[in-house]
């Protein structure tokens, strides 16, 4: 059965760079052509798309978030990452993982989300 | 960027009455590239509408979808105690954006 599980630290003091990595289970990241996508949702807001990244290395990201976000895939970890640099309050949310039906589709199956504060 | 407008913000109802939720998107959405989830509170989205009218798996025929072009609408049928939650809409039409949400509460 098809899992994703968000890791990283729960909190970045302001400036720093948010690191966090997904987790898939129960299927190959390198065998399945999907984009793999991170989403945020700050307290009580709504969602936000961060950016998606095929097993080869090609991305998409949200243009909002300029250049201070870095997605990539680690297909022998069976994982992929997500960097975002120059972290602000603003950037306090819920980051989820998750896996869209086919291609760059709808999205099915989620990771349960971890928290990230930013505070010093 | 195409901008998603979900109306109302909040919607008040009794269990078995009938929820309608609109999504209006800013430009037209191709190939109808819109999705709703539903979610509850501290757990993930989960994916109930597809490609516009498409039911996910394991969704109830309670919900439904329709709209085009750039009006969308997700139906509940007949509200069950569970559906009180947040619903978004999303359009994945090359890239992704949501909508702000509706918050559907009990009367």
């Known amino acids: 059965q098809l899992q994703l599980q968000e890791s990283g630290p729960g909190l970045v003091k302001p400036s720093e760079t948010l690191s966090l990595t997904c987790t898939v289970s129960g299927v190959s990241i390198s065998t399945s052509s999907y984009y793999w996508v991170w989403i945020r949702q700050p307290p009580g807001k709504g969602l936000e798309w961060i950016g998606s990244v095929h097993y080869s290395g090609r991305t998409h990201d949200n243009p909002s978030l300029k250049s201070r976000v870095t997605i990539s895939v680690d297909t022998s970890k069976n994982h992929f990452s997500l960097k975002l640099s120059s972290v602000t309050a603003a950037d306090t949310a819920v980051y989820y993982c998750?896996?869209?039906?086919?291609?760059?589709?709808?999205?099915?199956?989620w990771g349960q989300g971890t928290v990230v504060t930013v505070s010093s | 960027e195409i901008v998603l407008a979900q109306s109302p913000g909040t919607l008040s109802l009794s269990p078995g009455e009938r929820a309608t939720l609109s999504c209006r998107a800013s430009q037209s959405v191709s190939h109808n590239f819109i999705a709703w989830y539903q979610q509850r509170p501290g757990q993930a989205p989960r994916l109930l509408i597809y490609g516009s009218s498409s039911r996910a798996t394991g969704i109830p025929d309670r919900f439904s979808g329709s709209g085009s072009g750039t009006d969308f609408t997700l139906t509940i049928s007949r509200l069950e105690p569970e559906d009180f939650a947040v619903y978004f809409c999303?359009?994945?039409?090359?890239?992704?954006?949501f909508g702000q949400g509706t918050r559907l509460e009990i009367k």
């Open positions: 999303h359009q994945y039409d090359g890239s992704h954006t």
């Open positions: 998750a896996r869209p039906r086919v291609w760059n589709d709808a999205l099915d199956i």
